[in-house]
Nanobody, 122 residues
Framework: QVQLVESGGGLVQAGGSLRLSCAAS????????MGWFRQAPGKEREFVAL????????TYVDSVKGRFTISRDNAKNTVYLQMNSLKPEDTAVYYC???????????????WGQGTQVTVSS
């Protein structure tokens, strides 16, 4: 079992940066691929970024490539999302999630955090 807690959200102006953290409890954290998703009001939950259990492989949705970076520290049971050059359209609740399988679909994820709000003003 894995419990996830996100932090680091907030209000930032367009062009600014934020770093989200997701702290995991449980000894099996390093067995899971970790993803970041986001959900804006009235929209479906959207894949943002994914990192393999080892940290050696990452993938991103096209809209954040070159601006966002996902990373993890298995010794600290934490995954990060560094977000640079933020845009108003990045405004959403951001969630981290854990999955045994390499997949972008939120349906494939076993554990979810409670989410953290990111608001980008223009």
């Amino acid at each position: 079992q894995v419990q996830l807690v996100e932090s680091g959200g907030g209000l930032v102006q367009a062009g600014g940066s934020l770093r989200l953290s997701c702290a995991a409890s449980g000894r099996s954290f390093s067995r899971y691929h970790m993803g970041w998703f986001r959900q804006a009001p009235g929209k479906e939950r959207e894949f943002v970024a994914l990192i393999s259990w080892s940290g050696g492989t990452t993938t991103y949705v096209d809209s954040v490539k070159g601006r966002f970076t996902i990373s993890r520290d298995n010794a600290k049971n934490t995954v990060y999302l560094q977000m640079n050059s933020l845009k108003p359209e990045d405004t959403a609740v951001y969630y981290c999630a854990a999955a045994m399988n390499w997949d972008r679909s939120p349906l494939r994820y076993d554990y979810w955090g409670q989410g953290t709000q990111v608001t980008v003003s223009s």
